[in-house]
């Protein structure tokens, strides 16, 4: 369809092929677009984003860790070098959490963790979006994605401070997209995406029984982070140039669902 023809874009956090950046990466070069990809210096000598550039028609990869201004700048620089002009369209597609990792409780959190977590997850989306701004390094019309959980509205206790970082991420995504929408009609969104068998996702508690009971309570089951790359496809597209400052749910149905009748049908009393 080539619904990104002659668009330019960064995607962060392509760590491996089940990376849900990785599948968008895929999908946007397939849909036209020219890209640059990065991801945090640490997570490059573990992953094979080196493979994907190579798919993307070369597409360089620049290192950056995204709660550094300095790599920011260095990053946004680097892709208009690249691409001989400003960039279209941003993937934000970056989480981690030092309490997850270490199994620590929500109501035992170690504080500096939890910043760690606040900058990493969410912060780091200002940072991207400040960053691009002074250096005017967005088109008019461009779009910006991060993606989210709806951990952010509802409490899912396993989810830790992370549910935390995504609220925050939410609200930076109305905040700055009012502000950038004025400046440069930038729009600015986040996607909540179903639970997905990702290396971020499977660092949360009990994540196999969750992914199954979140597939039995959304009527069209589970989005796969394949689905979720064409969701993100279009939101970059200018097929939704007016869809700006929104939490868009990509979940099956979840967030609408109260209780689906194959969950009930598990309390039913012989
Ligand atoms: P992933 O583990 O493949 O991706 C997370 C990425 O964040 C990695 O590439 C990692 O290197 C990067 N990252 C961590 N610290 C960084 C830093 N300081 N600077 C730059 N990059 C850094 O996992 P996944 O699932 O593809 O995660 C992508 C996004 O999707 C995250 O925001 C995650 O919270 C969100 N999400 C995931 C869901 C899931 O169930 N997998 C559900 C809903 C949202």
Redesign the pocket.
């Known amino acids: 369809m080539n619904l990104l023809n002659g668009k330019n874009g960064i995607i962060?956090?392509?760590?491996?092929d089940?990376?849900?950046?990785?599948k968008t990466a895929e999908q946007a070069h397939a849909q036209g677009a020219g890209l640059v990809l990065?991801?945090?210096p640490?997570?490059m000598r573990m992953?094979a984003i080196q493979e994907l550039a190579a798919a993307c028609d070369n597409a360089p990869v620049i290192p950056?860790?995204?709660?550094s201004t300095e790599d920011l700048e260095a990053l946004f620089q680097g892709a208009m070098d690249h691409f001989g002009g400003k960039v279209d369209f941003v993937l934000?597609?970056?989480?981690?959490s030092p309490n997850v990792r270490k199994g620590r409780h929500y109501t035992d959190l170690k504080y500096p963790w939890l910043q760690q977590t606040l900058d990493?997850?969410a912060i780091?989306l200002h940072k991207t979006l400040q960053t691009a701004m002074k250096l005017d390094a967005l088109s008019e019309w461009g779009s910006v994605v991060?993606?989210?959980?709806i951990a952010a509205q509802r409490t899912f206790p396993d989810y830790n401070d992370?549910a935390d970082a995504?609220s925050l991420l939410e609200s930076i995504t109305r905040s700055f997209g009012y502000h950038y929408g004025v400046a440069n009609k930038v729009r600015v969104n986040s996607i909540?995406?179903?639970?997905?068998?990702?290396?971020?996702?499977s660092g949360?508690k009990g994540?196999d029984e969750f992914m199954s009971y979140s597939e039995s309570m959304s009527p069209l089951g589970n989005a796969t982070?394949e689905a979720c790359a064409e969701y993100c496809v279009a939101m970059f597209s200018d097929l939704t140039r007016y869809v700006t400052m929104q939490n868009l749910f990509h979940d099956g149905g979840f967030s609408s669902t109260g209780v689906s009748t194959e969950v009930i049908s598990k309390f039913v009393k012989d």
């Open positions: 962060f956090g392509a760590l491996n089940m990376s849900i950046a990785w990065t991801n945090a640490v997570a992953g950056a860790d995204a709660t934000h597609s970056i989480g981690m990493v997850s780091s991060a993606l989210t959980y992370m995504k909540s995406q179903s639970p997905t068998m990702t290396t971020a996702g949360v994540f982070g």
